[in-house]
């Protein structure tokens, strides 16, 4: 089984501000099998992210998702007050697994 | 546009069968997956199992010997059935769209999530 690493836990930022998260793969991840996913506060996850860095439809492109190696990092450019909220990767390659999540909260 | 909606009791007690059930509205299930994700209070989230377009299955296997997924694509419906529930199967339960191409694969839309309870 493939696990996901998601650092930090949680990011204290202010809004305007640039926020880097990390998702690590205990092994080799293919681009095509990675997603990020936001979840806001009473709410059910919506799609951010697929194959590593294609933006879902609507997404601001203050959004961005990369990948080096084993590890998918996901930037926001510049944080507006809707952005904060609990992110997860999920990776399809070898079944079905999500990253613990990193919860951007405001400083 | 898309739509699904979650339904079933919100409590269970030990050692029952948890059963719910997903009703799609905007689109045929023939055409896509269809999958159960759930999420433990104040935890991640966790993949269950999902349905293809043919009525084959794929679980989890931490759950696999306990999770049937069924279709009802006369009343454009799926459903979980949970058994030998216990109190670590409370969560919120969501039933998602599992989109499936030659590239990439995404879960959208999800629905609004059911909490479900296990307890005496």
């Known amino acids: 089984e493939i696990m996901l690493t998601q650092s930090p836990a949680t990011l204290s930022l202010s809004p305007g501000q640039r926020a880097t998260l990390s998702c690590r793969a205990s092994?080799?991840?293919?681009?095509?099998?990675l997603s990020w996913y936001q979840q806001k506060p009473g709410q059910a996850p919506s799609l951010l992210i697929y194959?590593?860095?294609t933006r879902a439809t609507g997404i601001p492109a203050r959004f961005s998702g990369s990948v080096s190696g084993t590890d998918f990092t996901l930037t926001i450019s510049s944080l507006q007050p809707e952005d904060f909220a609990v992110y997860f990767c999920?990776?399809?390659?070898?079944?079905?697994?999500f990253g613990g999540g990193t919860k951007v909260e405001i400083k | 546009q898309v739509q699904l909606q979650e339904s079933g009791p919100g409590l269970v007690k030990p050692s029952e069968t948890l059963s719910l059930t997903c009703t799609v509205s905007?689109?045929?299930?023939?055409?896509?997956?269809w999958s159960w994700i759930r999420q433990a209070p104040g935890k991640g989230l966790e993949w269950i199992g999902y349905?293809?377009?043919?009525?084959?299955?794929n679980y989890n296997p931490s759950l696999k010997s306990r999770v049937t997924i069924t279709p009802d694509t006369s009343k454009n419906q799926f459903s979980l059935n949970l058994r030998s529930a216990t109190a670590a199967d409370t969560a919120v339960y969501y039933c998602?769209?599992?989109?499936?191409?030659?590239?990439?694969?995404?879960?959208?839309?999800w629905g609004q999530g059911t909490q479900v309870t296990v307890s005496a």
């Open positions: 998602v769209r599992w989109v499936t191409t030659v590239r990439n694969n995404w879960f959208a839309p």
């Open positions: 905007g689109d045929s299930m023939s055409s896509y997956y």
């Open positions: 349905i293809d377009n043919n009525g084959g299955t």
């Open positions: 092994q080799t991840v293919g681009r095509n099998y």
């Open positions: 194959g590593a860095s």
């Open positions: 999920h990776q399809d390659q070898d079944l079905l697994t």
